[in-house]
């Protein structure tokens, strides 16, 4: 039984396009995240949601608008992809409190051409 | 700007000896930090965590060691098992108005030799 799940897996696409990245998570939490991680293997943070408002926004281009439309979804939409969006993105949830752990999922590939 | 360096990209260990991950932080106010592994195209997962009041904290075969004078991390695993062969994460945590942010490392390259 997947706790965090993501979809697509894989994504490939051309340069322009508008691309969604979805996230859903069954373990009840109350805070979840994008990261991303890049050709050089840095995990960073992009976005953060709690309780379906956003708290944290990491310098992030606008082209990336996150949604979160209830609890257990985070959605991560890009506009007008750019080669260099080409990463793995991870979704991850984590119960409020001050030292549970982040749970995260499978990632997403992104590959634009 | 690397706040969390793992200078060590890959490690290799003879199965049942020990194995020693290092990670270096640079701002005093982290207050938790962690350590996730990660196989291939999966998500990174949870290992083992310490606060900063503590220097030690033991779960089964793995310890994470924090000097917090030197600004230092270690992941000791021991004895090491084939499966341990993973990608090793560390990650230290900042707190801003109650909201947690995790910042990694570059992640070392664990391999355990049979």
């Known amino acids: 039984d997947t706790a965090v799940s993501q979809t697509p897996k894989y994504l490939v696409t051309q340069m322009g396009n508008d691309k969604s990245i979805k996230c859903e998570q069954n373990?009840?939490?109350?805070?979840m995240y994008w990261y991303k991680q890049d050709s050089k293997k840095f995990l960073k943070i992009m976005f953060s949601?709690?309780?379906?408002?956003?708290?944290i926004n990491e310098t992030v281009p606008n082209r990336f608008s996150p949604k979160s439309p209830d609890k257990a979804h985070l959605n991560l939409h890009i506009n007008s992809l750019e080669l260099g969006d080409s990463a793995v993105y991870f979704c991850?949830?984590?119960?409020?409190?001050?030292?549970?752990?982040?749970?995260f999922g499978p990632g997403t590939r992104l590959t634009v051409l | 700007d690397q706040q969390v360096k793992q200078n060590s990209p890959s490690l290799s260990v003879q199965e049942g000896r020990i194995s020693i991950l290092n990670c270096d932080y640079t701002n005093s106010m982290f207050d938790y930090f962690l350590w996730y592994k990660k196989y291939p195209a999966e998500g990174p997962t949870f290992l083992i965590s310490i606060s900063s009041i503590k220097d030690k904290n033991e779960d089964g075969r793995f310890t994470v060691f924090l000097n917090k004078s030197a600004k230092h991390l270690s992941l000791h695993i021991v004895p090491s098992q084939p499966g341990d062969s993973a990608v090793y994460f560390c990650?230290?945590?900042?707190?801003?108005?109650?909201?947690?942010?995790?910042?990694f490392g570059t992640g070392t390259r664990l391999t355990i030799i049979p």
């Open positions: 990650a230290v945590r900042s707190t801003n108005f109650g909201n947690e942010k995790l910042t």
């Open positions: 991850a949830s984590r119960r409020q409190g001050a030292y549970n752990e982040q749970f």
């Open positions: 373990l009840g939490h109350d805070t």
């Open positions: 949601y709690n309780n379906k408002e956003l708290i």
